[in-house]
């Protein structure tokens, strides 16, 4: 199909893209998917679910640092967390997508930003 007659995709704006690794190494057995199963939960009560700071957020299968997990990517910032517990989860929300701050002692790793913002 060539790219005249294939519709051009969508997405809603965001200001930050989580993306969580459930693969098969990080973490004990199940917490990345529970972590990753509570993100929607977490985002609408934070009020970031929707509208200009919006996190769009998804599962990916492995990342290829699988070690210290659960593993949570944030983008642009090209911030990635480990151990993000509920409790990590909840101070990440707060302080870095909802407060603009890094929440540095949960930081593994710190690229330039992806995209800027
Ligand atoms: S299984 Fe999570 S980074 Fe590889």
Redesign the pocket.
């Known amino acids: 199909m060539s790219t005249e007659t294939t519709p051009k995709p969508s997405i809603s704006p965001f200001k930050h893209y989580a993306l969580v690794?459930t693969?098969?190494?990080?973490g004990e057995e199940g917490a990345?998917q529970a972590l990753y199963d509570s993100l929607w939960g977490k985002l609408k009560a934070a009020g970031i679910h929707q509208g200009s700071e919006r996190t769009k957020f998804n599962a990916v299968g492995?990342?290829?640092?699988?070690k210290g997990?659960p593993?949570l990517c944030v983008q642009p910032a090209n911030t990635w967390y480990y151990n993000v517990t509920p409790d990590h989860l909840d101070r990440i929300i707060e302080e870095h997508l909802v407060g603009g701050q890094p929440v540095q002692e949960l930081v593994f790793y710190q690229g330039d930003p992806a995209c800027g913002a």
């Open positions: 690794c693969g098969p190494r990080c990345a492995c990342f290829g640092a699988c997990g593993i």
